[in-house]
């Protein structure tokens, strides 16, 4: 087990957190759960840090967040992006593949160890399921492809089946909710070669994207997510990285 004592997340809403809602307004997310639970899996703290913003596409991911995060010079970085920009509907999903691969390799020839994964399936729960499900199964192929040089582990949450169930996502079905992503940072750390805490199990999601997709789901999810999409507007527009420094993660006790 190679020891990680300070680790950078950076990516869009699904590094962020959203759809793991706290009760003051933040959000929580996998990447938290992946350090607290490679603090208990080590007994020590860690050092974490979180660059990621939503609504980020892959360009601004790696212009505004990568070199930051190497800057911070942790063991570990992971890398997820690529979600917004297979949602629009022109993408050469092979060139996205290849810029996060190549994002991979900065980091390993930073000497800080890369940790890839692919956000989770939502085309089960999802409107335009069909479209999602083909474009994210060609995005891991594209990423995996050209990764193979690496030490490092690709950690494929698209292809999980059982992540794909509603209980893991949240009303609007495009985000996890707490238990999706507690799902995720188990799938996380089992590719570190490191356990989860139990607790996790437990966990439950506050909204899910269980029952019908009603006339007030489209009103409430559906149309402000096109318009934003039509107009280029980002649902991150104006909003600073959430952890820009490093803060030390105790073991849960």
């Known amino acids: 087990m190679q020891r990680i004592g300070s680790f950078v997340a950076i990516g869009d809403s699904f590094t962020e957190g959203v759809g793991d809602e706290l009760p003051d307004g933040s959000v929580r997310g996998w990447a938290d759960f992946v350090a607290a639970g490679l603090a208990s899996a080590q007994g020590a703290p860690v050092r974490y840090a979180n660059l990621a913003i939503r609504g980020r596409k892959l360009g601004p991911i790696l212009h505004e967040q990568l070199d930051a995060a190497i800057a911070l010079g942790p063991d570990a970085i992971s890398i997820n992006g690529g979600g917004n920009d297979i949602l629009r509907p022109k993408v050469s999903i092979e060139h996205v593949g290849e810029r996060l691969a190549d994002a991979a390799h900065r980091i390993a020839a930073a000497g800080i160890r890369p940790i890839l994964l ?29 990764i193979g040089d690496l030490d490092a582990p690709y950690v494929d949450n698209w292809s999980d089946p059982e992540l794909a169930a509603p209980r893991f996502w949240s009303r609007d079905r495009l985000h996890l909710n707490a238990a999706g992503h507690a799902h995720v940072a188990r799938n996380v750390l089992r590719a570190l070669g490191m356990p989860a805490p139990e607790a996790w199990r437990d966990l439950a999601g506050a909204s899910t994207a269980e029952g019908p997709r009603d006339l007030m789901y489209y009103r409430e999810y559906v149309l402000p997510w096109l318009g934003r999409r039509f107009t280029g507007r980002s649902s991150g527009d104006g909003r600073d990285p959430k952890l820009p420094a490093f803060v030390e993660v105790p073991p849960i006790v």
Request: glycine share 18%; hydrophobic share 40%.
């Open 118 to 146: 692919s956000g989770g399936n939502p085309s089960g729960v999802m409107p335009i399921g069909a479209v999602m499900q083909r474009r994210g199964d060609a995005l891991a192929r594209a990423v995996e492809s050209r």
